[in-house]
């Protein structure tokens, strides 16, 4: 079966991930002292779209947070205030990228079913706009308008202390270009 195969590629990555000894060591660490992430990326889902990968970045560096057209939600805002309030992050990153398919689906007149919540979200973020690197320039910068919003004023978060930044991921380039 074709699901037996993709199942046994997943289990054959994980004990070539278990056996990297290099990892060990910085596994035990984190799992013994907890989670010290520097910065908190909200980046798509698109499977070439890996922040850990674009950043150089490892273990316990990034708190990332992905999904489809990275735009935002509750769920979403409650995974950010856990890291800013709780692991004491005070950089947020909204990674957009070039070739998005959800930015495209939204530019298209939106997606069906469970979709339609992300492109509804991305047509807001992107107005009247139909280009479609400028939609995902402006949805990014929608993000970063709610995250500013959100966290204006919390208890636990002082707003001077937090930086709020977007940028667009180039695709081809692997180029991250600051909004
Ligand atoms: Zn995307």
């Not at 909200?42 to 850990?52: L, N, Q």
């Not at 990034?62 to 950089?91: M, P, T």
Request: with cysteine; hydrophobic share 40%; charged share 25%.
């Amino acid at each position: 079966m074709i699901e037996d195969r993709i199942l046994q590629r997943l289990e054959q990555g994980n004990l070539r991930c278990r056996q990297r000894q290099e990892l060990a060591a910085l596994r035990q660490h984190t799992a013994r002292h907890g989670q010290e992430p520097y910065a908190i990326v909200v980046a798509c889902s698109d499977s070439r779209v890996i922040p850990e990968q674009i950043f150089d970045a490892g273990l316990g560096e990034l708190f990332v947070i992905r999904v489809a057209g990275n735009v935002l939600d509750k769920h979403q805002l409650g995974s950010i205030e856990y890291a800013a309030g709780h692991l004491h992050c005070r950089l947020i990153l909204v990674l957009g990228h070039t070739g998005c398919g959800a930015v495209s689906a939204a530019l298209q007149g939106g997606g069906e079913g469970y979709i339609q919540y992300i492109t509804d979200e991305i047509l807001l973020a992107a107005g009247e706009e139909r280009d479609p690197l400028r939609a995902c320039e402006k949805n990014v910068e929608h993000a970063v308008e709610i995250l500013r919003r959100e966290f204006r004023e919390h208890p636990e978060i002082p707003a001077a202390e937090l930086d709020i930044r977007g940028a667009v991921y180039e695709l081809e380039s692997g180029a991250v270009r600051w909004l």
